[in-house]
């Protein structure tokens, strides 16, 4: 008798521990389609505000909802639910209009019906000089343990928000460009390191970014390791791990 008891009792706590499981993964597969997503950064378009393996939480429910907020981009429905412009200055990740598939990350500038120009390496807002001060300079280090001194400047657009840029090359490719009228429904999208980040400056590869194609606000900085060392190499953790960033807040 004691052995069925015990028998049955196994078989129950087996099957608590299966429910419990399901339970959790459905939870996190809720928590990743509607409310924060996990993103890391493969590219310097974004430094310095974003590091080449930072590991970020995205807020989806920031600008509401469409098809692409969701695995695989289903066509469900066009436009948005729930939507909600962005702030100029936020950090954006979007679908790449060319392909509306590659997730790109970039610095939300210019709205519709805004003009937006480079002149001589200074971003112009509406005809008006958006404000760029020097600062110190910002320094990475290469494989082999060198530094590297790059120009760090903080610019303000009109609504207040500040942020660093670097602007490494003096009248670099996109420097200088013609002005771009913001389409309506469409926003205009740059890197804060502008002389390597290809961003709306570039029409034929990026160009002006649809409302539709927004994913969610970059929002924290949960996890960060250097480069060359990857999130499951554990053994590197001590000494690869950027700790003084983890946990930041995206700005």
Same mark, same amino acid.
């Given at each position: 008798?004691?052995?069925? *008891?015990?028998?049955?009792?196994?078989?129950?706590?087996?099957?608590?521990?299966?429910?419990?499981?399901?339970? =959790?993964? #459905?939870? =996190?597969?809720?928590?990743?389609?509607?409310?924060?997503?996990?993103?890391? #950064?493969?590219?310097?378009?974004?430094?310095?505000?974003?590091? *080449?393996?930072? +590991?970020?939480?995205?807020?989806?429910?920031?600008?509401? +909802?469409?098809? +692409?907020?969701?695995?695989?981009?289903?066509?469900?429905?066009? &436009? %948005?639910?729930?939507? %909600?412009?962005?702030?100029?200055? /936020? *950090?954006?990740?979007?679908?790449?209009? %060319?392909?509306?598939?590659?997730?790109?990350?970039? %610095?939300?500038?210019?709205?519709?019906?805004?003009?937006?120009?480079?002149?001589?390496?200074?971003?112009?807002?509406?005809?008006?000089?958006?404000?760029?001060?020097?600062?110190?300079?910002?320094?990475?280090?290469?494989?082999? &343990?060198?530094?590297?001194?790059? $120009?760090?400047?903080?610019?303000?657009?009109?609504? &207040?928000?500040? +942020?660093?840029?670097?602007?490494?090359?003096?009248?670099?490719?996109? /420097?200088?460009?013609?002005?771009?009228?913001?389409? !309506?429904?469409?926003?205009?999208?740059?890197?804060?390191?502008? /002389?390597?980040?290809?961003?709306?400056?570039?029409?034929? !590869?990026?160009?002006?970014?649809?409302?539709?194609?927004?994913?969610?606000? $970059?929002?924290?900085?949960?996890?960060?390791?250097?480069?060359? =060392?990857?999130? @499951?190499?554990? @053994?590197? @953790?001590?000494? /690869?791990?950027?700790?003084?960033?983890?946990?930041?807040?995206?700005?």
């Amino acid at each position: 008798m004691s052995v069925e *008891v015990e028998e049955t009792q196994e078989k129950s706590g087996v099957k608590d521990t299966v429910r419990v499981v399901i339970h =959790a993964l #459905i939870l =996190a597969l809720l928590v990743r389609v509607f409310l924060f997503q996990p993103f890391n #950064i493969p590219s310097g378009s974004m430094i310095p505000t974003l590091l *080449v393996g930072d +590991y970020l939480f995205v807020a989806k429910y920031s600008y509401g +909802y469409s098809r +692409y907020s969701f695995p695989f981009g289903p066509n469900l429905f066009s &436009g %948005r639910i729930l939507g %909600r412009e962005p702030d100029r200055g /936020d *950090v954006v990740v979007f679908k790449l209009p %060319r392909d509306n598939e590659t997730d790109y990350i970039k %610095r939300v500038i210019g709205f519709p019906g805004d003009e937006i120009q480079m002149i001589h390496g200074v971003l112009q807002i509406n005809g008006q000089a958006v404000k760029k001060e020097r600062t110190d300079d910002f320094v990475m280090r290469d494989a082999s &343990g060198r530094e590297r001194h790059m $120009a760090r400047y903080l610019e303000t657009l009109p609504n &207040g928000v500040t +942020y660093p840029v670097l602007d490494i090359v003096n009248e670099g490719i996109g /420097d200088n460009t013609e002005v771009y009228k913001v389409p !309506e429904d469409h926003f205009f999208m740059m890197g804060d390191n502008r /002389d390597n980040s290809t961003d709306s400056r570039f029409l034929s !590869e990026v160009g002006f970014v649809p409302f539709e194609n927004l994913v969610g606000h $970059a929002k924290l900085i949960f996890f960060s390791i250097d480069e060359d =060392a990857s999130f @499951w190499q554990v @053994w590197k @953790w001590p000494t /690869d791990v950027r700790w003084s960033r983890l946990l930041q807040v995206v700005h």
